[in-house]
């Protein structure tokens, strides 16, 4: 009755749904690593969003790096803020717009971080520089997130020479550091806020969204996992389907003749 599974056609299917099997087996685990890898990166966010607020120097240093379990820590510092120096990046998108970060170095004793103090709007033309609402003058106390160098990698952004005086595309200490009288911090402080808070100030940046946690990864991989059932469901579904028509075709002439 089951001869049937050895024809060319059946091998085919069969082999079709043995290859089936371990490509959902991979994509379901690969969605199920996106999801542990998400999940601790938003449990991690979250955590340094909600801690309290620490000197800079306890985290960061003068030519030093931010790892990656640093991000997003709450941080403080006081100083002056550097106008002088202060550049745009360009390329930055707030609320659906595109326009600039304004990112200030604030002079301390001990050097000097760079502090992206918010958004403001493009300007009327790419190359016209945009309006900036000046800083505090004097001495400031900034509390905001501690953020690492942008690079090309991080943020796929690629860099490139010929902008317009005091605009860049990446809030590369490194970079921004050359030719500068003072040492910056390796990391950079996206303001969340100031004291004295000051006039005008650009606008504010969002903390970072963390999301469901990987929670979509986790419904694909889930979703993947049931395709294997599904697979070998319909595998045998067909299996017992076509055994059941050869059957009846069997029986039909041992009707006709009884008859």
């Known amino acids: 009755m089951y001869r049937f599974l050895l024809t060319p056609r059946w091998i085919g299917f069969h082999l079709l749904v043995l290859a089936l099997i371990p490509a959902f087996l991979f994509l379901g685990r690969w969605q199920w690593g996106r999801f542990e890898e998400r999940s601790a ?52 998108t707030q609320m659906s717009q595109v326009g600039y970060y304004v990112v200030t170095p604030l002079v301390t004793p001990q050097g000097a971080v760079l ?26 106390t900034v509390t905001g ?23 860049v595309l990446l809030v590369n200490t490194a970079d921004l550091g050359r030719g500068l009288p003072y040492r910056l911090y390796g990391g950079f402080v996206e303001l969340a806020a100031q004291r004295p808070q000051g006039g005008p100030a650009p606008d504010p940046l969002p903390a970072p969204d963390v999301g469901g ?38 029986q039909e002439p041992r009707a006709a003749a009884a008859v």
């Open 213 to 250: 946690g990987g929670g979509l990864n986790l419904a694909y991989a889930v979703q993947w996992w049931l395709f294997i059932g599904v697979a070998v469901a319909g595998w045998v579904l067909l299996i017992r389907r076509e055994a059941r028509d050869l059957r009846d075709a069997e």
């Open 115 to 140: 502090v992206n103090r918010g958004w403001v709007p493009a300007g009327a033309t790419a190359e016209a520089a945009p309006a900036v609402p000046a800083p505090p003058s004097g001495e400031v």
């Open 41 to 92: 990166s938003s449990a991690r966010i979250t955590a340094n969003l909600t801690s309290a607020p620490v000197p800079l120097d306890r985290l960061d240093a003068i030519g030093g790096s931010v790892p990656e379990s640093r991000e997003y820590r709450l941080v403080t510092a006081t100083g002056r803020f550097d106008t002088a120096r202060e550049v745009v990046v360009r390329r930055r």
């Open 145 to 167: 997130r501690l953020r690492p160098s942008e690079t090309e990698d991080s943020t796929g952004i690629r860099n490139r020479p010929g902008l317009p005086p005091r605009q």
